[in-house]
């Protein structure tokens, strides 16, 4: 028995340095931490904040402080009225159990079966960590009640046509506006409406109006392309027709100013010396007029000699 003693010792001995290194590892272990670029590790020492480190290996007191790691740089996602059961080139989703947060009820009393996705960022970690319990769960009790909210300002037909940017970029700011009152350090970075339609009982009844909605804009589409191609062309002719006018007036009123100024002219002259005048005239007349005769009869005051004269004429011919 005494023989065994000493390596019962030795072995003790073995053991508690065995101890010490685990022990010592596991110091060092606790002691140094890796943050990830995207990521800021939170420091608490025994459940309080203490301080914020950015990407990096740092450390911190083994046991008596405790880092949480947040991603600030990752965008995150929510799904609202449908999940999402496989990713990849064809994704495959599942509306099972979301029907209580996608039906809701339009300002005229109609029901919509919307889907949406709520992408944020975390931009404080402090905030995100210790202001709200359960920040994720508070931000989508906030996107559901902010979307309920809007849905039922609209009616029907705008959440499932012409409204549903506009819906989207409410429901952001509301929600922006909600999470920055209970800080929870949340960015909403994009709401997304992913789909919305009428529930099912009723969906083919709202799938013709909405056809027909869609040609009538096709119609009026159409017609006003039509309007734009013709009425454009009659103004042109309009004009067109306008300016030939007035340069035929204008012409006209030159014409009549000129004889006007002409027979003023020749009145002056006229005055000055009427006979000389009446014989001008009477020259220039003459000479216009009777190159344009084909028989010419000229005879003396009397009339004498005019049949030798004619026949000599009708003889030549």
């Known amino acids: 028995m005494n023989n065994l003693t000493p390596n019962w010792k030795e072995y003790l001995s073995n053991y508690r340095i065995i101890l010490a290194m685990i022990a010592g590892i596991v110091l060092l272990w606790t002691t140094f931490f890796q943050v990830r ?32 790691k947040v991603a600030v740089e990752r965008q995150h996602k929510q799904e609202f009225g449908f999940r999402t059961t496989r990713t990849g080139v064809k994704s495959v989703f599942t509306k099972t159990g979301t029907a209580d947060e996608s039906l809701m009820l339009t300002g005229d009393l109609n029901l919509a079966d919307v889907e949406w996705v709520v992408q944020y960022r975390i931009v404080d ?49 509301e929600m922006q506006k909600l999470c920055t009152e209970y800080s ?20 083919d009844a709202f799938n013709a109006v909405n056809q027909a ?3 009538k804009e096709t119609l009026i589409n159409q017609a006003r392309s ?12 309009a004009e067109e027709t306008i300016q030939k006018a007035e340069g035929y007036a204008t012409e006209r009123v030159n014409n009549a100013l000129g004889e006007a100024a002409r027979f003023d002219a020749l009145f002056s002259e006229y005055i000055k010396a009427p006979e000389v005048t009446k014989r001008r005239l009477y020259l220039e007349t003459m000479s216009s007029v009777l190159p344009n005769l084909k028989n010419k009869i000229i005879t003396d ?8 004269l004619l026949q000599m004429q009708l003889n030549n011919k």
């Open 37 to 68: 670029p995207e990521e800021v590790g939170v420091i608490t020492r025994f459940g309080k904040y203490i301080r914020t480190e950015e990407s990096g290996l740092h450390i911190k007191l083994p046991i008596l402080e405790r880092v949480y």
């Open 213 to 215: 909605q869609q040609e």
């Open 301 to 308: 005051e009397a009339g004498n000699n005019v049949l030798p």
């Open 125 to 173: 970690a402090y905030k995100y960590l210790f202001k709200v319990r359960e920040p994720i769960t508070t931000m989508r009790d906030i996107s559901e009640a902010s979307m309920r909210q809007i849905i039922g300002d609209r009616t029907v037909n705008e959440v499932l046509t012409v409204g549903r940017a506009e819906i989207s970029i409410k429901v952001q700011e």
């Open 226 to 237: 039509e309007y734009n191609k013709i009425i454009p062309k009659a103004r042109g002719q």
């Open 184 to 203: 929870l350090g949340i960015k909403i970075e994009q709401v997304v409406l992913q789909d919305v339609n009428p529930p099912d009982p009723v969906k």
